[in-house]
């Protein structure tokens, strides 16, 4: 079995068992391509490595031997066009089969991976560009990211190729095109061309909630950081059908949509939606029978509006969350439907799962559970003084500085001082905030910045929110602390509507009886407003700091 030449151990008693003794080898020289997808495809040619489809009838089978034999033609043709170990190179592809293949050749030629979202502007383009140095793109056939990139092209110096999957179009490399002619055959580069454990693996840019995005770098370890978020959280099962809902152009995709996976010997299930349909969604789950499955509340939410009792899901073993806080209400009425739990998880762009509801102990609804193995975390008041269980904290990662874990990143790209900065005390802050409960349960309050100092109170944002949602009016919402001359600050909810409901008086009094009467009175929003949306990044992140900006300014 490929995990054992990582996992000295796999299997563990407890969770205290778990988390004292999990070690992951690192092999000096790893590198995902050749140690992973070629392995499983020399063990076995016929293992199923990715099971694709989309909203026209069309779908896709690949082997670990196809993924192979594809991505030896596409290192060869990049190449052939002077891309070369640590240069970067920007995919925009959604959920097409064909990014698979173009991260594994780019894993094996040892360049930069940088994945961007269908919803990148001009603006956004030119930024990652030349903030990345990126020499070459490969995206997706989509009218709006085809504009986009030629309009970015005159301010991208760099940037020399532009490489389109599925279609043709002037001015454009086709990717079918490019590799047709190329060899199959891509030996493993030796000497100074070949990856080691500590080169840069993959460039992940923030969301950018509080100013421009940051360019978050993983080294060729991240893959195996990511064995327990796929194995030990998401529970993936060997030759069996794993489903992340994700685009490939965020972190959430490397999570759940290829390394640890794969790593696993699990089979990807990639549905590349034209845009989330509740009900298309549940189809293709039963169609093609996924085992594992992972998506954010708010999709479970929606499929919850649905008559799950038409859908057969016993082929689900095991599903999980992150991505937001899990609301109770979601929590219950999907196993009061389907009687799975689901299995919340927490971590952010710059880690693989750092707190996951494991299977040794029984989710607690709300929580983030416990920590992984691989992080020593610990929760710290303002003066760096470690938390009592019930005391709210920073969550911060101990130990980085000496031996950083597999998985956590080793810095910020081209950006040697913002490094420093987070890595080089005595912890990587999060700037997450929570508390632990007697059990050692983790429980997420929010942002630090989130966080709401209202006369002498100390309110986060989630559970207010988690409150208002279960109000039968409320599609979305938003709490932040709002301007108040007299307590310093306000909670304030900024509240999408759902269908049929209109702004009232009224309303408003009904809202906050029901945060007074579902958590503690004091917590209730004085302030709230009705709109028509809430301002969100790229990546669907809700901008809190925006609010407050416009608040301030009023």
Not at 212 to 223: D, G, I, L
Request: aromatic share 12%; net charge negative; with cysteine.
């Amino acid at each position: 079995m490929l995990l054992e030449r990582f996992l000295p151990r796999m299997d563990f008693d407890s969770y205290e068992d778990f988390k004292a003794n999990y070690k992951v080898n690192v092999p000096e020289y790893f590198n995902f391509g050749f140690d992973i997808v070629d392995a499983w495809a020399e063990q076995d040619e016929k293992k199923k490595a990715l099971v694709w489809c989309n909203d026209h009838d069309e779908e896709k089978f690949l082997t670990f031997l196809d993924i192979k034999k594809l991505s030896n033609r596409l290192a060869n043709y990049f190449l052939s066009i002077g891309i070369k170990k640590g240069d970067a190179v920007l995919l925009i592809l959604r959920r097409r089969w064909e990014y698979w293949v173009c991260a594994t050749a780019l894993h094996k030629l040892g360049a930069v991976l940088i994945p961007g979202t269908l919803q990148l502007t001009k603006k956004d383009i030119v930024y990652r560009a030349n903030a990345a140095g990126v020499k070459a793109m490969v995206c997706v056939d989509d009218p709006f990211v085809m504009e986009q990139v030629e309009l970015a092209q005159p301010d991208m110096p760099e940037m020399k190729y532009k490489i389109l999957v599925n279609t043709h179009r002037d001015g454009w490399l086709n990717f079918e095109d490019a590799i047709a002619p190329m060899s199959e055959e891509f030996p493993r580069p030796e000497g100074d061309a070949r990856t080691r454990w500590d080169d840069t693996f993959i460039v992940f840019f923030t969301s950018g909630t509080t100013g421009m995005p940051k360019m978050v770098r993983h080294n060729c370890t991240y893959p195996l950081g990511h064995i327990v978020t796929a194995k030990y959280w998401q529970q993936v099962q060997e030759d069996k059908l794993h489903m992340s809902v994700s685009d490939s152009g965020w972190a959430k995709f490397g999570w759940g949509k290829i390394y640890g996976q794969w790593v696993c010997g699990a089979t990807i299930f990639a549905y590349d939606m034209d845009k989330f349909v509740p009900l298309n969604l549940l189809k293709k789950i039963c169609k093609y029978q996924v085992t594992t499955f992972c998506a954010p509340p708010t999709m479970f939410r929606f499929m919850l509006q649905e008559d799950l009792s038409k859908f057969d899901l016993s082929c689900i073993k095991h599903c999980c969350t992150a991505g937001e806080p899990l609301n109770p209400e979601v929590y219950n009425r999907w196993l009061e439907k389907t009687g799975l739990r689901l299995y919340e998880g927490f971590g952010q762009t710059e880690s693989t799962v750092l707190l996951a509801n494991f299977q040794w102990f029984e989710p607690k609804i709300g929580s983030c559970g416990k920590p992984s193995p691989l992080y020593d975390l610990c929760l710290v008041n303002n003066d760096g003084a470690p938390t009592e269980d019930g005391e709210e904290g920073k969550i911060v990662v101990k130990g980085v500085k000496e031996t950083p874990p597999p998985g956590l990143m080793v810095g910020y790209y081209k950006d040697e001082k913002l490094t420093e900065a987070a890595l080089n005390g005595p912890w990587y802050d999060t700037g997450d905030v929570a508390w632990r409960d007697e059990d050692g349960y983790y429980w997420f309050i929010g942002r630090d910045d989130d966080v709401i100092k209202c006369s002498g109170y100390r309110i986060g944002p989630f559970e207010v929110e988690s409150a208002l949602i279960e109000h039968p009016s409320v599609v979305e919402c938003a709490i932040t602390g709002a301007p108040d001359p007299i307590r310093g600050q306000v909670v304030k909810a900024t509240i999408v509507l759902a269908k049929g409901w209109e702004p009232s008086e009224e309303l408003i009094k009904d809202l906050q009886n029901h945060v007074k009467r579902t958590t503690a009175p004091y917590k209730y929003p004085r302030v709230i407003e009705f709109v028509d949306e809430l301002p969100k990044t790229i990546g669907g992140k809700i901008k809190r700091a925006q609010i407050r900006k416009e608040d301030q300014e009023k």
